[in-house]
């Protein structure tokens, strides 16, 4: 981002400046800084921030953090920039940048105030800033410049009032050192009542958190007026000094600190990513719950689905799982959820969300399949019998039938061809006989080979074999059938299924009269029997439907049917293919 | 009469040659599939073909198919159908085609002669002949308060033979009955049944066949 070359240039800019304008005064006015080394130290804060500020921003953009940062840093930079006596924002700068830390490690890690607490960061801030304000107005830091060609003082100068600025110094240094005492006492209940996930960035936030807690209880305990606020005294104490590196060093490494975390941190998202790789169909719930658990680094997420009653969520385990305190729930899919700790990032909450959708659906999508597999094979096994099973009655239809006929014709020939003992007017006997049993043999392998496969469906198509049905049939058939011609094995279907229907009518129903219907829309055929019997249609009783939904369903189609006391009606639904 | 013979069992082509030679009918051509069947009817113009339904290429309905394609060319032309099954579809599809010099017949029928012969004639002069048995069947089919109930046992055998196709002086002989009688059993049968009279014997035949299936 651009604004990350933008910003170190700027706070470039000013600490040259900031260098200038001391190397100024000192000139001017002929002063002599107490400690060389202070506008080093206080440089080296700003830029602590700024740098920390820029890195943090680009390891997660989406966390206010970073921006806190460099915008400290670059405040805290500017504020160095004074010119005495006419420029002091120095203090304001100083004690609003104070104020500001406790509400920055508040937020840590996201960067943001949640709504209901953000009235109280305002006004805490803007108390915290009035005081700053208050309190460079009611002092003359450059009272001891004699300069007359000079303005009186600083221009924010209202009145130099010692002991109310030292009563503004320590009512704003008690505010602020009761807000990180606030803040402290926060850390350490989120601690206790914490998960894992907020234990963690507890303990990061504290590393910068008690020592600015120290720094900031201590230092109204020494005097206001020494080198934390202004370079330009003249008291020399040793301590003093060694509370100004003191105070340098906590407030350079408290974002340096957070800057580190959250570049650490930035890799949880590449754990979610790490996580869609290694998630693996044939995953169990409870692999996936593992994974998800490891992605989000949160050990009290679940997977929950739900249960049998309303409202009840099961887990992996086949246990009810319910959502403690501390946690949330978001909805998976369509009856799957995740709980996890509230603690847990949106992104990297939606992201694992999303990858076990996938994974569930894949998983669900993986047992349709089975099942619907397991019940193509039953399906395929009860047409291979039925198959079976027809050979053999047609088998045996052809051995009592038929075949005993031409047995009796060709004995009754042999019969006359003997010229038997007897009269020979028996021969003319013998030979109507033969005839006779000739002919009713080939009535019976007629019907035999219609029941097989009549001829005049795949002669003359659908409509004309069921009107030959019909013609035979007990019941009454009225026949309503789109012409045309279909695929062979569709129009065998059909005739089968109408066939099948309508002897169900006429014996187990005792109906009176059966209608056939077929339309042709869409790719598809809709074929439906109905008829007004007494209903009774079971698929447990007899294979008959059964024989029927599996040729349907073999040729990608579907059969349902209502049967009750007013009739049965059966409809089989049949896509029209080129591969018939 | 000059006849041709489409069928494509050779035992049974054989058979039909030596029956109608033996009577004297003369045989122009015997062929076995529904293309041979077109160009001959147009080389020898027949007074009647016997044909098979069931022929090459496609075993289907081609010898059917192909009667129908000659009849539109050769209106006068006399078509037998052989069949081996009984499917009164086919005797309509024909009989759509003109009622006259239309015949089916199951091919089992052939065995008796005199039958077949008189069938073969009948049709060649322009009659029309449907196999007894595909009336039966359609006689047996059930329906809903059945209009045939309302016909007396002659009335039902009249138009049973009215259904197959015999004129009024066929019926009186075969039936033992006079013309007179005949016609006036016709008229009762009509009126019951709700249909519409018409002269002509083929046509009628067409018309109750109709009424039959419905």
Redesign the interface.
């Known amino acids: 981002m651009k604004r990350h070359i933008v910003i170190p240039a700027v706070a470039l800019v000013l600490s040259a400046v900031a260098f200038g304008a001391q190397e100024y005064a000192l000139a001017r006015y002929g002063l002599t800084l107490k400690f060389g080394e202070w506008l080093w130290l206080q440089l080296g804060i700003g830029w602590a921030f700024v740098l920390s500020g820029v890195v943090a921003e680009r390891a997660q953009p989406e966390s206010g953090i970073g921006r806190w940062f460099w915008v400290i840093g670059t405040i805290w930079i500017g504020r160095l920039v004074f010119v005495p006596p006419l420029i002091q924002w120095e203090t304001i700068g100083l004690v609003a940048l104070y104020g500001l830390f406790a509400v920055v490690l508040f937020t840590y890690p996201s960067g943001r105030v949640l709504g209901q607490w953000r009235p109280l960061a305002i006004a805490y801030i803007s108390v915290v800033t009035v005081f700053a304000v208050a309190i460079t107005a009611t002092f003359d830091f450059y009272a001891w410049v004699d300069d007359p060609v000079c303005c009186p003082s600083h221009l924010l100068l209202i009145s130099h009032q010692p002991d109310l600025n030292q009563a503004l110094l320590t009512i704003g240094g008690a505010i602020v050192a009761a807000a990180v005492l606030a803040l402290v006492a926060v850390l350490v209940l989120r601690y206790r009542r914490g998960s894992r996930v907020v234990r963690r960035s507890v303990i990061v936030t504290s590393l910068a958190a008690v020592p600015l807690a120290i720094v900031v209880v201590v230092m109204p305990i020494v005097s206001a007026t020494t080198s934390g606020f202004s370079a330009f005294e003249v008291a020399d104490a040793a301590d003093t000094r060694s509370t100004m590196w003191i105070q340098a060093i906590v407030l350079a490494a408290l974002p340096i600190v957070l800057a580190i975390d959250l570049v650490r941190t930035r890799y949880s998202k590449s754990r979610v990513a790490d996580m869609v790789i290694a998630i693996d169909p044939a995953m169990s719930a409870s692999q996936l719950q593992a994974q998800v658990q490891k992605a989000l680094a949160d050990p009290s997420a679940r997977l929950a689905f739900a249960g049998d009653t309303d409202g009840e969520l099961v887990g992996v385990n086949g246990n009810t799982v319910i959502t403690a305190d501390g946690q949330d729930r978001t909805a998976i899919a369509d009856d799957a959820y995740l709980i996890h700790d509230r603690a847990v990032g949106s992104d990297e909450r939606d992201a694992a969300a999303r990858a076990v959708s996938l994974a569930i659906s894949n998983a669900r999508l993986e047992a349709q399949l089975r099942a619907q597999l397991a019940v193509t094979r039953e399906s395929r096994q009860r047409i291979v019998s039925a198959t079976d099973d027809e050979r053999r009655r047609i088998e045996r239809d052809l051995h009592d039938g038929a075949q005993q006929r031409l047995v009796a014709l060709a004995a009754t020939l042999a019969a006359a061809r003997r010229g038997d003992s007897t009269v020979p007017d028996d021969l003319a006997a013998l030979l109507d006989q033969a ?1 006779g049993e000739a ?1 009713a043999a ?1 009535g019976e392998l ?1 019907d035999l ?2 029941g097989v496969h ?3 469906l ?3 198509g659908l409509k ?1 074999a069921i ?2 049905l ?8 009225t026949v309503d059938i789109d012409p045309g011609r279909f695929p062979s094995a569709i129009e065998t279907a059909a005739y089968f299924i109408a066939a099948e229907a309508i002897t169900n009518a006429a014996k187990h129903a005792r109906a ?2 059966v209608t056939v219907r077929a339309r042709v829309e869409g790719g598809l055929i809709r074929l439906d029997v109905a008829d007004d019997g007494e209903g009774g249609l079971d698929p447990a009783k007899g294979s008959g439907i059964r024989g029927l939904e599996d040729r349907s369903m073999a040729l990608g189609g579907s059969l349902t049917y209502e049967s009750g006391p007013d009739g049965t009606t059966i409809h089989a639904t049949i896509p029209i293919s080129e591969g018939g | 009469m000059r006849v041709l013979i489409a069928e494509d069992s050779v035992l049974l082509k054989e058979g039909l040659i030596r029956i109608l030679e033996d009577a004297g009918f003369e045989v122009t051509a015997a062929v076995s599939d529904a293309e041979s069947l077109v160009n001959r009817v147009r080389a020898d113009t027949p007074d009647v073909c016997v044909v098979d ?2 022929m090459p290429p496609k075993l ?2 081609d010898g ?1 198919e192909a009667a129908i394609e000659l009849r539109s060319e050769f209106p006068d032309l006399g078509i037998l159908i052989l069949s ?7 005797s309509l599809e024909l009989l759509e085609t003109g009622s006259s010099g239309v015949g089916y017949l199951l091919k ?1 029928r052939v ?1 008796d002669e005199e039958d077949f012969l008189d069938a073969v004639t009948a049709v060649g002069n322009g009659g029309t002949r449907i196999d007894p048995a595909v009336v039966a ?2 006689f ?5 308060d059945d209009p045939l109930d309302r016909l007396t046992d002659r009335e039902r055998d009249v138009l049973a033979a009215m259904a197959e196709g015999k004129t009024n002086s066929a019926i009186a002989e075969t039936h033992f009955m006079s013309v007179k009688t005949v016609e006036s059993h016709i008229r009762s049968i009509f009126m019951k049944l709700d249909l519409d009279t018409d002269g002509d014997v083929n046509r009628r035949v067409l018309a109750v066949l109709r009424w039959l ?1 419905s």
């Open positions: 005839a002919e080939m007629r080979a219609r009549p001829a005049i795949e002669q003359a004309p009107e030959s019909g013609d035979r049939s007990p019941v009454p058939v009176s009269e | 339904v069931r289907e309905a059917l081996q099954y009984v499917e009164p579809h086919y089992e065995s069947q359609l047996g089919r059930k329906r809903k299936r």
